[in-house]
Each structure stands twice: as structure tokens, then as C-alpha cells.
């Protein structure tokens, strides 16, 4: 079965940058489409970024364009998102999910990032 | 951007009685060229990342029991439990695919009376 395990959250300050990961399992992970989606605390859910099987098509939220940056390695089966310039607003449960005709089929357990000083 | 407009923000409802959650979408989601709605609906339990349970608005994922329903089309969706159980306490979102930005829904917390 699909499982999708993200990490990488931690507490950051705010102007500060950490890279997320998710490690997929249970695909052919170089055919499919990923995204990412956040939640903040308490809140509704809002997404993020998408990136195409095979990196020709990216795609972000106005909320991170400019800041933060998705990628993958088909290799290792694993999605990123780099988030530079980090703010209090970008404090949230950030998931991984696949893509199905822009729906998410599958979602991972998140990781919780806290952008505080 | 497309608007998701759910409603209501949450209702309590009987064990065994019908739950009904609203979705409005700010323009059409219906596709001309295939007449498919580009609308999911999904499940959040507490503690739990969503899960899927429709896609073009009404087509069940594997494994969703029956007694959820999806319809609608063009801007208005409703997503039914027929008869609430225990383990339906969530909260539900509606998502349009039609374009970016993907959008969400806010949510319509579902709990026992």
C-alpha cells in the first residue's frame, strides 16, 4: 500500500530556512505527480506546491511563490520543499500527498513546522 | 482564484440520522470538453491527515462506506451521510481541481448530538 513519510519540521526563526522531505513507498513514485499541502494550527487546509512525475512543471501557492522551492529525486523516491525567508504565517502542519488529476489520492502523517523567535 | 464556500461551519446530528454539508464554488468547476465537475470532497478525523472519499464530485474512492454520497454540479455540491456513525465525527473539506490555485473548502465539522 502507498505510505508517505514526511520530516524535516522543526522550530525555525522567522527569516530562517528548513527543507522538508517525504520518502514514498508502495508506488512507482517517478510516475506520479506530488504536492504538497499545509495546515495551520486549528485550521482549514490550504495547498501549497506542486511539482509533475518528472519536474517539467512546477507550480506554488501566491502565499510561498518566491520562497519556497519544490523538487524531487525520482532515485530515491523522495519529495522536497526547501522554504526559505520563513514567516510567523508559514507555522503549520505541512503534508505530502499524490497527485491524481490534481485531487489527492494519498496523504502522509505531516510535520509540524513552528516559525517563532 | 476559485472560492470554496461551505456551510454550515458545523452541525450535530443523531446517531443514525442524516448529515448533510454544503459546498459553493465562486465560479463553474463543470469541464466542457469531458462534463466532469473537478470536485473532491475528504475526511479529517481528529489526530489524522485528510483522506479522499470523492473525486468528480461524486465518484466513491475504494473503501468509503455507502452510506456517503456525493452530487451536485456547476458551482453547488453537497456531500450526505445518510445514517451518522460514531466513527463519522470529522470534519470535511471540499476541494475544486478545475485550476490553480487548488482550493479548499473550510471545513464543516460534523459531531454527535
Known amino acids: 500500500q502507498v505510505q508517505l513519510v514526511e520530516s524535516g519540521g522543526g522550530v525555525v526563526q522567522p527569516g530562517g530556512s528548513l527543507r522538508l522531505s517525504c520518502v514514498a513507498s508502495g508506488l512507482t513514485f517517478s510516475t506520479y505527480g506530488m504536492h504538497w499541502v499545509r495546515q495551520a494550527p486549528g485550521k482549514g487546509l490550504e495547498w501549497v506546491a506542486f511539482?509533475?512525475?518528472?519536474?517539467?512543471?512546477?507550480y506554488y501557492a501566491d502565499s510561498v511563490k518566491g520562497r519556497f522551492t519544490i523538487s524531487r529525486d525520482n532515485s530515491k523516491n523522495t519529495l522536497y520543499l526547501q522554504m526559505n525567508s520563513l514567516r510567523t504565517e508559514d507555522t503549520a502542519v505541512y503534508y505530502c500527498a499524490k497527485d491524481l488529476v490534481r485531487y489527492f489520492d494519498h496523504w502522509g502523517q505531516g510535520t509540524l513546522v513552528t516559525v517563532s523567535s | 482564484d476559485i472560492v470554496m464556500t461551505q456551510s454550515p461551519d458545523s452541525l450535530a446530528v443523531s446517531l443514525g440520522e442524516r448529515a448533510t454539508i454544503n459546498c459553493k464554488s465562486s465560479?463553474?468547476?463543470?469541464?466542457?470538453?469531458?462534463?466532469?465537475?473537478?470536485l473532491a470532497w475528504y475526511q479529517q478525523r481528529p489526530g489524522q491527515p485528510p483522506k479522499l472519499l470523492f473525486y468528480w464530485a461524486s465518484s466513491r474512492e475504494s473503501g468509503v462506506p455507502d452510506r456517503f454520497s456525493g452530487s451536485g454540479s456547476g458551482t453547488d455540491f453537497t456531500l450526505t451521510i445518510s445514517s451518522l456513525q460514531a466513527e463519522d465525527v470529522a470534519v470535511y473539506y471540499c476541494?475544486?481541481?478545475?485550476?490553480?490555485?487548488?482550493?479548499f473548502g473550510g471545513g464543516t465539522k460534523v459531531e454527535i448530538k
Open positions: 476541494q475544486q481541481y478545475y485550476t490553480t490555485p487548488l482550493t
Open positions: 465560479q463553474s468547476v463543470l469541464h466542457s470538453s469531458n462534463n466532469k465537475n473537478y
Open positions: 511539482i509533475r512525475h518528472d519536474e517539467t512543471f512546477k
